[in-house]
């Protein structure tokens, strides 16, 4: 299991309808909370020395019962959470404590540190309900995150929910298999059914749903794989149809090329399948893995095949697809940022430039029989760029083999390690210099080679820096 960044808090839903909660303060911030919990459909006390006018007005329309007094230890006895939004320290600090001795959720307004909950920045659609939250550590942020959700969720999508909840049990019983039901669903979501609940015509929505579910029931699900490219590593360069794929696969397979922070964007409850696929290290062999994908998809499920950069640059998807049409399989490829540009990019390094190539080559530093047979006479020629991926092991035997075929031996060279992400790291030399620049380093894969006088604009355009710098 990958360890990411534990979280501060963790987000749940409170059911707080008719039950009862307490407010410690009576002021303008107190009112805010105050309307919150009703709207839940608390029961809400107000305790607090004075009580402003804006609190007294809720009295009657959120059935408040106040109680006009200092707050005592003794309280908060009884109730479900607790909410202290006064300016006194003395008196957060009694609510705090009383709250934690009586385990009671307590939130202490603008002051994280005492507080067991916190009040996220809500989007209400209900019964669909949004929140964001900073953990207490930027609430402005959380707030303009809200608005920007708030704009890409549309209020009808309350009705849309509330719809689909009306026909749930007539769904669960024509359609009887739970993964059968989710792609139902999202289809229904994302279909004219959804678009006729955004454009007001609730009447027609609900005729094309009751006519999806009796098209729906009885069917088999065909299952399907998606190849899809993943990219250089950084999670915010997947493409938008990735990122919808992925969101409604049912199993994910993937390697070591992809990054922990792709997979966490991955359905929630997808299972994950690692693969491997390191050199000398492979958990399953390719050909396992294409049999894998087929038989996955042969048992209705959704397929999503991650692999780094782009699946037909040396991510052997090629040989994937081969399989699943040889049984029948539908599939979609998904291309990605290949490594080349994404990793090059993000080191300032143009893979062409008039004044230095006017042409790329690509090229594998591990054949399938494990050795490095190139064109060396063509790779040698002046005035392109030579990209190798995998080149990390040979790379000693990679520069020799170029000086002895007639590359200069100050021939710039690059090697980047973990491209886009924050930890890349851009190692220079040339094809005489770097191979012993490298051995005396820690070198974590993924990895890729830039050879060309091209490497020598790296100090003047490198833009974006990580967390290692050479």
Known sequence: MNHRNEMDYFPVFVKLK??????IGAGEIAARKIELLARAGARITVIANEISHHVASLEGPCSLQIQQKPFAAADVCGFRLVVSATDNKETNQLVANAAETQNIL????DNPELCSFIFPAIIDRSPIIAAVSSGGAAPVLARLLRAKIETIIPPAYG???????SYRDDVKKHIKEPAQRRIFWENIFQGSVAELVFAGNQKEAEQQLQQAIIKQAGT????EVYLIGAGPGAPDLLTFRALRLMQQADVIVYDHLVSPEIIDLARRDSEKIYVGKQ?????LPQESINILLADLAKAGKRVVRLKGGDPFIFGRGGEEIETLMEQGISFQVVPGITAASGCATYAGIPLTHRDHAQS????TGHLKDNSINLNWTQLAAPNQTIVIYMGLVGLEKICASLIAHGSPKDLPVALIQQGTTVNQRVITGTLETLPATIASLDIKPPTLIIIGTVVTLHDKLKWFHGSHED
């Open 18 to 23: 008719d039950q009862d909660c307490l407010v």
């Open 159 to 165: 009705r849309l929910a509330k719809l689909a909840e």
């Open 106 to 109: 307590v939130n202490v307004v």
């Open 220 to 223: 088999v699900t065909q299952g």
């Open 360 to 363: 790329c080559t690509f090229v």
């Open 279 to 283: 050199r000398d290290k492979h958990t």
